[in-house]
């Protein structure tokens, strides 16, 4: 009886949330010319507009939630473009959101999402186990390149036979790196916390050792509470409010029992989950507000703290240039710092591309779900990078990486993306600063 008195609250708590926001909305249009979805389809539903009607007629009762109308809502990768460009200071994304969990409040949460949001995702051996399976048949049997003969198969799973997937880790960033590392020289400057994110501790472990090799080797003391969970950004966007509140409060508690006086993320989605959506989900408090205070990009951290030395930094030979992640420019205004990091690297010749902030479409989980469009809007951020002519495209979002790796081996070019601390660290390393 109380979880369907709570369900109906939270609905109606849903609808009004987004009620506030699309009552703003004056539908100008102005986010028909920004929004990299509705550029692929031309389609008003898919449009923030469009969305912000959508939801008008949700909220007084003259639509139904059809296939149709859930379809819409679904198109969105959540980039903030439009909020940006909106005169009226509209967050349609936030609509998009509200409908999204007001929907599983009428639906319920599909099986396998309820399985991984609520299941899976708090027991870590699982996923950790699976990604070791993954890594090691990536390795021995069929490696990751296009002639792999396994892609074949790839289709039964529900992705696309072209798509290159990045290697997996075969032992997790977590179970390498101890939960706490000692600052190498120097006496101690700060305690700080590390929220690896999912992709850090299981596929780009090189970013994790990175962070604790550059903060280590400038005097900082470095915790990696081991029982961290995914920060729930893919689980909120999915539509599982109440399974996103969970995981946030999980890990607000957990990192409150550390003493830390900064918690800084090498993930784009992680650091504004951390310092922002985290609001949503968590009871406000001065403990709350002092958490998401002291949460940092590891670039933003870095620029603001750290000084390097000219002779502490080895020369890396390269043209770079840098795509802004939408939850790094637009989610957290973290702009200058990573450019700033490049651009004192010697040897670095940092070129500015056409664009940089635009969406490179892989949105998390929706180049999963939205494979062909994410990779339409790819390809306008493909060709800005090849125009560019530069030799690596740095950024710090996982999905970025992964969705531009992707498409730039699709298109058989000769850039790779990499993430800037990962850089940084190598041009640290070859100086032996770290
Ligand atoms: S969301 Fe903003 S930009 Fe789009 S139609 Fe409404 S007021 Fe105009
Ligand atoms: S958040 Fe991005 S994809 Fe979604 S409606 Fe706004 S501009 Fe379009």
């Known amino acids: 009886m109380n979880a369907k008195i709570s369900q109906k609250q939270l609905a109606e708590d849903h609808l009004l949330e987004a009620a506030k926001e699309f009552q703003k909305c004056m539908q100008c249009g102005k986010c028909r010319s920004v929004c990299p979805v509705f550029k ?56 998009v959101l509200r409908l999204r969990w007001y929907i599983t409040t009428q639906k319920g949460l599909h099986f396998f999402k309820a399985l991984i949001f609520r299941q899976l995702l708090w027991r870590k051996w699982p996923i950790t186990l699976g990604c070791a399976v993954v890594a090691i048949a990536q390795r021995v049997l069929f490696g990751i390149g296009p002639k792999n003969p396994v892609r074949h198969l790839f289709p039964l799973f529900g992705f696309a036979k072209r798509r290159n997937f990045p290697e997996l880790a075969i032992r997790s960033a977590q179970s390498q790196l101890p939960e706490v590392s000692p600052p190498k020289k120097g006496p101690r400057k700060a305690r700080i916390g590390y929220f690896t994110g999912c992709a850090g501790n299981l596929i780009y472990t090189n970013v ?103 002779e502490e930094l080895g020369r890396i030979p390269y043209k770079i240039t840098y795509h802004d992640p939408c939850h790094m420019v637009r989610g957290q205004g973290v702009k200058d710092q990573p450019r700033e990091i490049l651009k004192r690297i010697p040897g670095v010749e940092f070129k500015e591309m056409k664009n940089a902030d635009t969406c490179c479409g892989s949105a998390g989980s929706y180049c999963i779900t939205h494979y062909e469009t994410s990779i339409k809007i790819n390809n306008h951020k493909v060709k800005d990078i090849q125009d560019a002519d530069v030799d690596l495209v740095a950024t710090a979002c996982p999905t970025c990486v992964m969705h531009i790796n992707d498409n730039l081996a699709q298109h058989e070019s000769k850039e790779t993306s990499k993430f800037v601390i990962e850089i940084l660290a190598d041009s640290l390393r070859a100086a032996k600063t770290i």
């Open 208 to 310: 994790a050792k990175s962070v604790v090799d550059v903060l280590t080797g400038y005097g900082y003391e470095v915790v990696i509470p081991k029982k961290q969970k995914c920060n729930g950004t893919p689980v909120l966007a999915n539509g599982d409010y109440e399974g996103a509140k969970k995981l946030m409060q999980y890990n607000f508690d957990l990192f409150q029992k550390y003493d830390l006086d900064a918690i800084v993320v090498a993930c784009s989605s992680c650091g504004m989950s951390l310092k922002k959506e985290i609001k949503v989900f968590v009871d406000d408090s001065p403990e709350l507000r002092e958490f998401t205070g002291k949460v940092f990009d590891i670039n933003e951290f870095i620029e603001k703290n750290i000084e390097f030395k000219p």
């Open 40 to 95: 692929e389809f031309g389609n008003e539903l898919f449009v923030a507009r469009g969305k912000n009607k959508l939801a008008e007629k949700i909220v007084s009762g003259d639509l139904q939630i059809t296939q149709r109308v859930e379809d819409a809502i679904n198109e969105c990768l959540n980039c903030k473009t439009c909020s940006a460009n909106c005169p009226a200071g509209v967050s349609p994304e936030h609509v």
